[in-house]
């Protein structure tokens, strides 16, 4: 069944506008916002409601036990860091993953970008006290800048223009790359960065694509056409962020012509944060009528009862593959916390596939002074994931990290043992700290392992 036969009676892409918008900017000049919104408006999709319709129903599988979302990037995409190495080094480590992934555990990765997009961040205050005055917290480069001045602070509205732009150039190099041979299967080696390679996990993913190097020649030997199997020379990388600006959400909503329906075409995937999931709030209003695949993050904080509503109203028709639940419950806190959800979730009959963010609630503000997470929290985190799902018989089927395919020293631990004194080397994130290259294949080799046994 269509969701939107059940949803939409009341439902327009404004209807956001009558509920309370949590962590929203306080743009300063209204027609100056509504100029770059219409603009917006008028602009193409940045992608087509058939790739997100492809995208639900690749996660209907995970829903099912067959398959494992990856969903992986920045915390936030930079305005001054932008370039096309940056994102040819995110897409490598990412396909690096995947391939770990699926040799591993025999199902499918379905690889989902936190990219082309995702630049607004949530923040715990409006407002950051430097010296003696608060200044607007910075809320990512789609908002304002990060330099604690009045100026850099102070919401600009053609910021979303911007970003509107970037993303659409980091999309037409991302579908260049994963259509026209970057991401062919034969190049399994080519993808390793050089400061991974010489690695402990550097090498165990070389073992590992060295493996599938022979079963390609085997299989060639055998007789198949390889060359003109189009899965071991394509992927499909989908794009998704956290649907936080909900004018901007707005702007770019378009009636599907093949359906009638409507999709935020600023993204295959759209996620709703921790911070802004009330039940009676405008983020869940906007993304309940929007034809995508919905993720939804779930703290420590969440009830029982606000999961079950959250999936009667984000997904009444019990689609599977329509809505993700992104559980960031913290290490210590994680099976408990979690399996009274998974239980009553699956009692009421809904069809979620079960993602594990084991960033977001093991953040912590080192001795040094950097906000960091440690690699070892984030394993454990994992663990106690999959010991809930093993527990309650459900499929744990996927993770939500964020990660960069560069040689940073953002979070702790690791092989490669960061430490305190580290961080100030390479902390380069422009707000949480991110998996580096090496950190990221060890990671992936964790979950396999989990996936497996
Ligand atoms: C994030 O994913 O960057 C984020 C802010 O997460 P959460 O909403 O889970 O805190
Ligand atoms: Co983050």
Known sequence: MRHHESVLDSWTPRTWRDRPAAQQPDWPDDDALAGALAELASYPPLVFAGEARALTSALGLAAQGKAFLLQAGDCAESFDSFSAPKIREQLRVILQMAVILTYSSGVPAIKVGRIAGQFAKPRSSPYERVGEIDLPAFRGHIVNGADPTVAARTPDPRRLVQAYHQSSSTLNLLRAFTKGGFA???????????????????????????????????????????????????????????????????????????TGEWYDCSAHMLWIGERTRQLDGAHVEFLRGVGNPLGVKIGPSITVDEAVALCETLNPDRVAGRLTLIARMGADHVEATLRPIIRAVTDAGHPVVWCCDPMHGNTFTSAGGHKTRHFDAVVRELVGFFAAHRAEGTWPGGVHVELTGDDVTECLGGAEEIEDHHLADRYETVLDPRLNGRQSIDLAFRVAELLRR
């Open 184 to 258: 062919d299967l034969t190049r399994v080696h080519a993808w390793t960065q050089e400061f991974v390679a010489t690695s402990r996990e550097g090498q165990r993913y070389e073992a590992l694509a060295s493996e599938i190097e022979r079963a390609l020649t085997f299989m060639r030997a055998c007789g198949i056409d390889l060359e003109n199997t189009a899965q071991l020379h394509q992927v499909d990388l989908y794009t998704s962020h956290e649907a936080l600006l909900l004018g901007f959400e707005e702007a770019l909503t378009r009636v599907d012509s093949t």
